[in-house]
């Protein structure tokens, strides 16, 4: 098995969390240091989760966590206020929203992936689906301001489950203010290899996320996309580079492995198909290192 030795997780869903996870933040950082990882980012649809790891920190020493913040309706949106105090106290990436995306609602509903463990309490997801974009196609001036934080910051700007209009619009504007921008796991949704290739020739880096290749999740999004499987991961890789990929768990759901034992069996398998082992190594400890803004 892939030995997870000063590995990095960029993307990881931990309890306390609308939906049903597997374990804590805390449950797993003590995992993941027990697996010889060097860190984690935690991700939460509904907050900023800078204060859990400023928790985890105390309670796990000997392994790495940062906060990030997801730009739901929990959050106010689009809100630089939400993204900047966020920064303020570390986190380190902003995902665009998620499971309050306009495209995410569109395809799948408010709140919900289409099974009951992934759907949260419906009124909490009433209103209207989030967009980053004027009735122009522009960018809102939220997003802008949001982006030059990222700047002031040395953060990394990610773009959740915005459909690929938003993301070609963020790609641009983040590459325009040098600022790092992340697609997050793609091929989620029906957006195809040729965009995360065009994207990726503009600057972004793409997110290869465990999760997607699950068997739960092709299923859920049989009719939209259908998902990853691992030879579209390993061409993917072997085409752009990895200097352009970051490979994450985007783990934590209750229906999966552990999250170091999924990511692990991940990786293990990516290595099982064609990928180099060395690359595999490189964009699961150099690339998060560089997103995450470390020396």
Known sequence: MFDLTHVIDTHLHSGPELFMRSGDSV???RRARAAGMAG???KAHHESTT????????????IEVWGAIALNQFVGGINPYASGAALDQGARIIWGPTLHARHHVDHVGAGTYGVANLTMN???GLRPGLTVLDEQGELIPEMIEIIGQAKEYNATIATGHLSDPETRKIVEACVAADVRVVLTHVFFLDQPASFVKEMVALGAIAEIGQSAAGTLERWLFRNHGGGMTLDMARDLILEIG????VISSDSGQDYQAPPEIAFQTFLTQLV???VPEADV????????RLILGLS
């Open 27 to 29: 449950d797993f950082a």
């Open 40 to 42: 984690l980012v935690f």
């Open 51 to 62: 204060t859990r790891a400023h928790f985890v920190r105390k309670a796990v020493p000997g």
């Open 122 to 124: 419906p009124k909490l």
């Open 242 to 245: 990895r200097e352009k990929v």
């Open 272 to 274: 099982s198909v064609g």
């Open 281 to 288: 190594r490189f964009m699961v400890t150099e690339m998060p």
